[in-house]
């Protein structure tokens, strides 16, 4: 009778055991999958967005600066789709000092949808607490030429003056509209994107839609017939007058294209 008492409490303890082990894990399993953070906007009254982070990954950089890639499911909790959305995202050392910060951009989101997409940033340290608050577009100082320069600009529609202009463009995709009397129209389809900065340039080329185009090095554009081509001069018609420049006068020239005539 002992010895079954002894076996039957060996196996009480030996299950008892398995249990505390097997609630560990769960609980281990369960934390695993929990995000790093969650966080909801704006942090005060009726939420519209829930942003749910994960550990960040830190993939490498030089002493304290760090980068670090974090997977962030975004999810809609307003009754009105967002079409358009900017953020910036702040890090937080243990201390809550902030050590880094980064952007996260929405782009149609319906009601209730998730969103999901990873976001880089870098940081002096070691990221323990986030926050999100509304971000001002961030823009990008660009400038746009154009072959002739003088050509009518436009960025998404909005008349933005004559080339040569530097303009200001907010992160995303646009298309920037070129337009001058005696050439064809042009479109150039553009993107900045968040890692963008401020400097370059977009220069378009417009098409002759009747005829040639001569540019001095005086920037001054001719539009005309070019008559003919020599070693020390050029002759152009403009406007039914001919008219003759120096070779050295001359930066460009654009011939339009013209059918053979037909004898």
Known sequence: MRAAGFGVSSLLRFIAKWIVILVIACSWAAAKDQPFQVVTWPDSGQP?????????KDIGGIGKERTYVTDVAAENLSNKPISAASFSLYVFDRSKARIGEGYINLT?????QIVKFQVTLSASGTPSSLAVATSIPRTVSITVNSVPQGAALKLDGKALGSTSKVVDVAVGKHVLEFEKEGFNPG??????SARDASGGSVSYELGSAAHDTIELRDGSVLTGDLISVSGTQIQVRVGGNTQTFDRNQVKRILLTEREAASN
């Open 108 to 112: 149609n989101v319906a009601t209730g």
């Open 48 to 56: 519209a967005l829930r942003f749910s982070f994960s550990k960040f």
């Open 187 to 192: 479109k150039f389809p553009l993107e900045i």
